[in-house]
C-alpha cells in the first residue's frame, strides 16, 4: 500500500524553465511533508519541508505548494538550473514524527542546457 | 554544524560472510539515529531506529541487526549476508524536536556476490 506516491518517474525541463514535481498521499493523518533531493551515490539531502498548518512554503528557488483537500503536494523550482538534475523524493509523516516519515518513489528531473 | 559520516561508500562481499557498516554523527547530541535501504527504482524503507544508546527499533524482519554502543554511532550489522542483502544502505539523524528533517549520510553500496 504506497501511502505517498510520485506518478511521473521522470521528467525533463529546458533551463530557466519552472519544474513542477508533483506528489500524492492518501494517508489523512499526514501533517508534515518534506522534499529531498539525491544525485547518484550520494545520500538524500533535505530541501525544503512543509507542514499542514501552511499551504505554501518558499525558499529561494523552491516553492513547495500543499492541498490538503486533494491530498497533493507539488515542489515547484523556478528558474530550472542543470545542476537541478537529480532525483527529488517527496516525504510525509503524522504528527512531524521523522521515524513514521514515507517517501514516495522518487522522480528524475533532467534539466537540459 | 551537524555532519553525519557513513563508511564504506562501496562493499562488496561473499554470501555468507558478515557485515559491518558505521555511521557517526557530529556536531549534535542525543540525536535520533535510522539506517534505511533504498530499493532500485523505489523509495526509502526504514530498518532500524534509535533514540539513544543501546535502544534499537526493528522496523521489519530480516538478516540484518543494529546496535548503537555510543550516542552518535550507529552500527548495521549481518552475522551471514544473504544475495537479497544488496542494495543502498543509508544513515541518517534527527533531533528529538517536532517537524525535524532527517538528515542522511552518503550511503553505502552493498553487493553479495
Known amino acids: 500500500d504506497q501511502q505517498v506516491k510520485q506518478n511521473s518517474p521522470s521528467l525533463s525541463v529546458q533551463e530557466g524553465r519552472i519544474s513542477i514535481l508533483n506528489c500524492d498521499y492518501t494517508n489523512s493523518m499526514f501533517d508534515y511533508f518534506l522534499w529531498y533531493k539525491k544525485y547518484p551515490a550520494e545520500g538524500p539531502t533535505f530541501l525544503i519541508s512543509i507542514s499542514s498548518i501552511k499551504d505554501k512554503n518558499e525558499d529561494g528557488r523552491f516553492t513547495v505548494f500543499l492541498n490538503k483537500s486533494a491530498k497533493h503536494l507539488s515542489l515547484h523550482i523556478v528558474p530550472s538550473q542543470p545542476g537541478d538534475s537529480a532525483v527529488y523524493f517527496c516525504a510525509a509523516s503524522p504528527s512531524g514524527s521523522a521515524r513514521q516519515l514515507t517517501f514516495g518513489s522518487g522522480t528524475q528531473l533532467t534539466v537540459l542546457p | 554544524s551537524q555532519t553525519i559520516h557513513q563508511w564504506p561508500a562501496t562493499l562488496v562481499q561473499p554470501v555468507g560472510s558478515p557485515l559491518s557498516l558505521e555511521c557517526t554523527v557530529e556536531?549534535?547530541?542525543?540525536?535520533?539515529l535510522y539506517w534505511y535501504r533504498q530499493a532500485a527504482g523505489r523509495g526509502l524503507q526504514l530498518l532500524f531506529y534509535?533514540?539513544?544508546?543501546?535502544?534499537i527499533s526493528s522496523e521489519v524482519p530480516q538478516n540484518l541487526s543494529a546496535s548503537r554502543p555510543q550516542d552518535r554511532q550507529f552500527i548495521l550489522s549481518s552475522k551471514k549476508l544473504l544475495l537479497s542483502d544488496s542494495g543502498f544502505y543509508l544513515c541518517a539523524w534527527s533531533s528529538k524536536q517536532g517537524n525535524s528533517p532527517l538528515h542522511f549520510g552518503n550511503g553505502t553500496r552493498l553487493t553479495v556476490t
Open positions: 556536531g549534535t547530541s542525543n540525536p535520533n
Open positions: 534509535s533514540v539513544g544508546i543501546g535502544q
